[in-house]
């Protein structure tokens, strides 16, 4: 079992930046494929950015050139920054972990981005 907790999240204009974090618990922290999904209120959740163990990174196409992915395997965290926020950005972001076939995820963070 693995439990993430995300933090991070918050109200800010758009252009401007946020940087949300996702800790993980388990001592394999390293081997996990980490990632973030997001969900707008009437949408579908959706994919935002991954990084493997070997620090291989993807985006989706939105969000590409704007928000990074990052780990810290010291610290049992996944970060992702975000820069040049749009009011479209605006959801509840997701911490993902998915290790031995198992997929688990995190309560979610508000992120709202005004116009």
């Known amino acids: 079992q693995v439990q993430l907790v995300e933090s991070g999240g918050g109200l800010v204009q758009a252009g401007g930046s946020l940087r949300v974090s996702c800790v993980a618990s388990g001592r394999t922290f390293s081997s996990y494929v980490m990632g973030w999904f997001r969900q707008a209120p009437g949408k579908e959740r959706e994919f935002v950015a991954a990084i493997r163990w070997s620090g291989d990174t993807y985006y989706a196409n939105s969000v590409k050139g704007r928000f990074t992915i990052s780990r810290d395997n010291a610290k049992n965290t996944v970060y992702l920054q975000m820069n040049s926020l749009k009011p479209e950005d605006t959801a509840v972001y997701y911490c993902?972990?998915?290790?031995?076939?198992?997929?688990?995820w995190g309560q979610g963070t508000q992120v709202t981005v005004s116009s």
């Open positions: 993902y972990a998915a290790t031995r076939g198992y997929g688990y």
